[in-house]
Nanobody
Framework: QVQLVESGGGLVQAGGSLRLSCAAS????????MGWFRQAPGKEREFVAAISSSGGNTNYADSVKGRFTISRDNAKNTVYLQMNSLKPEDTAVYYCAGDTVGGRLWISRRGYEYGYWGQGTQVTVSS
């Protein structure tokens, strides 16, 4: 079992950058494939990015490809989301999620495949 805590959200102007962190408790973080999702007011939760437990496989939503980068440091039990060239439409609560369902290269764009979720961190991008 793992507990996830996001941080790093805030208010930023369009074109700016933020780096979100998701710190995991437990000694088996390196076994977890991780993902970032977001939910804007009045909208459904959507996939943002995912990374395999080994870090060797990543996947991005088309809307963030080329602007966001997901990474992880298994020694620090942390996954990151570097967000550059932010747009007002990136405004949302961002959640990290994890699970061990797959092997070292497992990733998923489907939220229901992740059993563990953080509480979320607000990102607001002003125009």
């Amino acid at each position: 079992q793992v507990q996830l805590v996001e941080s790093g959200g805030g208010l930023v102007q369009a074109g700016g950058s933020l780096r979100l962190s998701c710190a995991a408790s437990g000694r088996t973080f390196s076994n977890y494939g991780m993902g970032w999702f977001r939910q804007a007011p009045g909208k459904e939760r959507e996939f943002v990015a995912a990374i395999s437990s080994s870090g060797g496989n990543t996947n991005y939503a088309d809307s963030v490809k080329g602007r966001f980068t997901i990474s992880r440091d298994n020694a620090k039990n942390t996954v990151y989301l570097q967000m550059n060239s932010l747009k007002p439409e990136d405004t949302a609560v961002y959640y990290c999620a994890g699970d061990t369902v797959g092997g070292r290269l497992w990733i998923s764009r489907r939220g229901y495949e992740y059993g563990y979720w953080g509480q979320g961190t607000q990102v607001t991008v002003s125009s």
